[in-house]
């Protein structure tokens, strides 16, 4: 075996392996568009006429998006109209598109016109995209305060959901609260087994940092693209970029399991910081 895997001094085994895994290799490669992988936002609703106008002159067209709209008032899922209760949805939605152009988008819309939704809207929605859509990915740019957890029934509720995702190979991507962490939100305070991600700035969309404070690992672009207050740094917005950027990775290997997927973007970010530069 490596000396330096041994002693600890010195290049490692993992060390060698991981160098040929750079960012400009694997996250540009040309065949990393999304395609193949499914991914649900579960958010305010997406407006599919705005995003199918903006993408149809790009150079890769997008899938046609579904979803459906989810109600503590209706016993099941709704038809998706295809119209959003609020702009932030469509945003989170553009930022993944704009990450990886060929996934299979599905919208969950959580909120309705009130603009509030309960814990159990966002777990019938969850369940909806892992039995009935069959994702990869779950992007929830979303959370619930702390003070409205204390009930532990709907805290393992929501846990038990998140947690089913993980055992079935589903990728759960959540926001950190934006005053994290001075405050906590659910579902993003339950990482790991989903990864919750923090806000940053990076000159790249593409790039992305592992920074771990109390349980928030990864810190994404913080700024979108579509949407009045897209250029407003959020987590709302790091979450989907991340999420994009793993579904481009799912694509070029699709079997790859949540924790596989953690440990390719955690040597991903050490490649970058060791020398190689994305882009």
């Known amino acids: ?37 499914s991914v649900a936002v579960i958010d305010s609703g997406v407006e599919r006429a705005v995003l199918e106008e903006k993408f149809r002159t790009a150079d890769t067209a997008i ?22 209760s609020s702009p932030h949805g469509t945003t989170v939605a553009d930022i993944i598109l704009t990450m990886a152009p060929r996934v299979k988008l599905y919208s969950a819309d959580v909120f309705g016109p009130a603009g509030t939704c309960e814990v159990e809207t966002v777990i019938a929605a969850l369940r909806h995209a892992l039995d009935v859509w069959k994702v990869k990915v779950v992007n929830l740019s979303l959370g619930v305060p702390e003070h409205k957890m204390q009930q532990l ?45 923090d806000k940053g700035l990076f000159d790249d969309p593409l790039h992305f940092a592992y920074r771990l404070r109390e349980q928030i690992e990864f810190q994404a672009h913080g700024k979108g693209y579509l949407g009045p207050f897209a250029r407003e740094p959020a987590t709302s917005w790091a979450t989907p970029h991340l999420a994009g950027i793993a579904a481009r990775i799912l694509s070029l290997k699709p079997d790859l399991k949540p924790f596989e997927i953690k440990t390719v973007l955690y040597w991903l970010f050490r490649a970058e910081t060791n020398g190689h530069p994305a882009g």
């Open 1 to 37: 075996m490596s000396e330096g895997l041994h002693t600890g001094t010195g290049p490692t085994v993992f060390d060698e392996i991981f160098s040929r895994l750079t960012p400009d290799r694997l996250l540009r490669d040309e065949r990393a568009t999304g395609e193949g992988v």
């Open 63 to 84: 899938h046609p998006i579904e979803g459906a709209v989810f109600r503590a008032d209706k016993p099941g899922p709704q038809p998706y109209t295809g119209h959003q």
């Open 153 to 197: 029934p709907r805290r393992q509720l929501l846990l038990r959901a998140i947690e089913e995702a993980y055992f079935r190979d589903v990728l759960v991507f959540a926001a950190a609260h934006n005053e994290h962490p001075l405050t906590r939100s659910y579902p993003a305070a339950f990482a790991p087994p989903l990864i919750s991600v």
